[in-house]
């Protein structure tokens, strides 16, 4: 943790004297005009007043509400009386709101929030049950689930009461499969991704050319860790391990991502086998398998990636953030700010003219090739601190 404490410090006090910072890079002329300082003044008092005048009578303000809330961190006395109206009607809430209500408790005292999590466990809906499931697992409430939720979820259930999902490669087990890796799928870069279980340590993304060198000496920092912290299973959960296919670099319209470039990135079933190189019209266990050495293939963590597209999971891309940092100031990984699921760059932007002064995936997108038949995969890994320390 040494380490990483090291740059934390680093980057707050480059955050904190932002006010006073005038010259900027040249190279990094990307603007963005929700940065400027009057406009995140402004939409943090927007945040306020819309929670505190929210209407319950409007199923689109309440989903506004509940995005609010979550990705900007949204806490207080307003919030906690908007959550508590509505925990009262939840039962007439419509199901995807339940589900991003079920899954800010994740992160959150709440009064009622055990007496939800139970109702919400009882759901006919797979997804939201286990949700619920996996939120009073983790606080130690001993629930028993023996109910049959079909192949898929099944699988998810099964992770989830075993709390597979916590298990962190050595780095023996790391290098393994790198070298894995960029000796199969030689000739494309290759993204790799170091996470920790705690995913309020920011992640580790090295690049690796067609040669199978490491481009960048210093890691570009990420958050893998998504607003409401839930697991990579659930729609908007944290990223999920394993896999993914690099499919190219792409510019997003949404203003809390930034006019930098993005990555775009693909789960299984999110696209086809023959995307990823492979033959075949559906996908199986032993075509995901193949991206994987030998030896590691039955580390149920290394599967998330094919766990969560098999249940629908999609749209987790690499991409930078003009979210204000400040809405996140509390929170040990402050600066860096987390988004829907994606990988979230660690980004610092002139609060005096919009310009962006720092940014981890412009770098990024300066280290890959535009050519898409170049690009390979990108493979995000869970290993432990000694492997994290090392890399």
Known sequence: MYKIKI???????????LGALLYVQASLSQTASNTLLGERT??????????????????????KA???ISAFNQRGENVEGFLNRLSVCYDSLELRQQFDFISLLKERKFDAKEVLLRKAFKSENNKLSLLAYSILNETGEGICNDRNYGLDWDNINTQIKEKNYKYELSQLELTKLMEYAVTKYSQKYHLFVLVRENRNIPAKVYVVNSNGKVLNKKPLYYLARSANNTLPYFTNGNTPCGVFKIQGKSVSNNVYIGPV?????????????????ITGKEWTEDMYASFLPLEL???????????????????????????DPCFFSEECFFP???SLGCL????????????????????????????????????V???????YRLF
């Open 7 to 17: 740059f934390l410090e680093d980057i707050k006090a480059f955050a904190l004297l």
């Open 66 to 68: 509940l995005w609010l």
């Open 42 to 63: 402004r939409f943090r008092m927007y945040c306020k007043e819309y929670l505190s005048s929210c209407s319950l009578d409007s199923p689109k303000d309440i989903s």
């Open 297 to 323: 293939r039955s580390l149920p963590m290394l599967w998330q990636a094919y766990d969560a597209g098999r249940v629908g999971r999609s749209e987790i891309i690499v991409h930078g953030s003009t979210i």
């Open 344 to 379: 979230s760059a660690f980004e610092i932007w002139n609060p005096n003219d919009g310009s962006i002064m720092e940014s981890h995936q412009k770098s990024l997108m300066e280290l890959l090739p535009d050519d898409r038949s170049s690009l390979g995969f990108m493979y």
């Open 336 to 338: 860096l700010t987390p």
């Open 381 to 387: 890994i869970q290993i432990d601190e000694s492997a």
């Open 261 to 277: 470039t993005t990555l775009v990135t693909e789960l299984p079933f999110e696209s086809e086998v023959t995307a990823w190189g």
